[in-house]
Structure formats: C-alpha cells, structure tokens
C-alpha cells in the first residue's frame, strides 16, 4: 500500500485559506442576522397581533362605497372643532379614519399650545363620515409591550 505524501502549501496560501474562513463566517453571520430581522420586520403586525391581540378593536367591513374624501374630513373636523385645524389623516384598512388635530395659533402664544401633550386621535366611520368620538389609551402593560414591540420593529 502507498502512503501519500501531505503536500505543504505555500504560506501565500496559508494565509489565504485562513482569511477566507473568518472573512466568510463574519460576513456570512451578518447577512444572516439582517435576514432573519427583514423576516420578522415583514410580519411585524402579525407578530404583534399574536403576542398581544387588542382587546376593543373596532372594524369596519370593506363596501363598495367609496371613502369619504380627505376635503370632507376636514370639514367635519371643522364643524365638530372650530378652533382647531387638522394637523394629519390616516387611513386604515377596515379600521376608522382617524385624524389629529392642531389649535389655531392665537397672538402671544408660541408653539406652547400646540404640544402633543394636547394632541388626541379622532375617529370618524370612512364611508359615512359619522363621528365614532376619541381614541381611547390604554395604559395597561400589554400596550406597553405592544409599545415596545413596535419600537423594536423600528428598530429592525
């Protein structure tokens, strides 16, 4: 029987192979720890929604209706709240629209009163432009964590 003889590679080749392991397990570890967060960013909502379901949550059937129109929004929030100005509109899928509100800046005061201490969410149905009232807080520790949750995903 033949007993081979161990080739000794060169020291170019040393360093080559001992740089492309640790290079490649570096790199390899990284893009591996990026994918893994892009699949839990994608479903975010539904981890969410698994770990912490919301307890009053209020839906909305899809119509064939059409949505009332920004423009409309803010005339309700006109006729509702004179006083003020819409400062943003948000449309959910089979949610109500909600919308926030910012007080006209009177003379003298600064920027004081448009905190968003002062800031709530209004809520209005998206077909029939029937206001549904405030959106209520909830400040127990499963909205803390949903909180938390939502910073991390983020994060990611």
Request: hydrophobic share 40%; proline share 3%; net charge positive.
């Amino acid at each position: 029987m033949a007993v081979r003889k161990k080739k000794n590679n060169s020291l170019f080749r040393q360093i080559n192979n001992w740089l492309h392991l640790w290079l490649g397990l570096i790199s390899g570890s990284i893009v591996f720890v990026i994918c893994l967060m892009a699949c839990l960013w994608v479903f975010n909502h539904e981890i969410i929604d698994l770990v912490i379901p919301k307890k009053e949550r209020q839906y909305i059937l899809a119509s064939s209706q059409s949505l009332i129109s920004p423009s409309r929004i803010v005339g309700i929030a006109d006729s509702l709240y004179p006083s003020a100005v819409v400062r943003g509109i948000t449309y959910t899928r089979d949610h109500p629209i909600s919308f926030t509100l910012k007080k006209k800046e009177q003379e003298g005061k600064g920027r004081e009163a448009n905190s968003k201490a002062n800031a709530q969410v209004h809520l209005l149905h998206p077909y029939t432009g029937q206001y549904l009232g405030l959106q209520t807080e909830d400040n127990s520790k499963e909205a803390q964590l949903r909180e938390k949750l939502n910073s991390f995903f983020a994060w990611t």
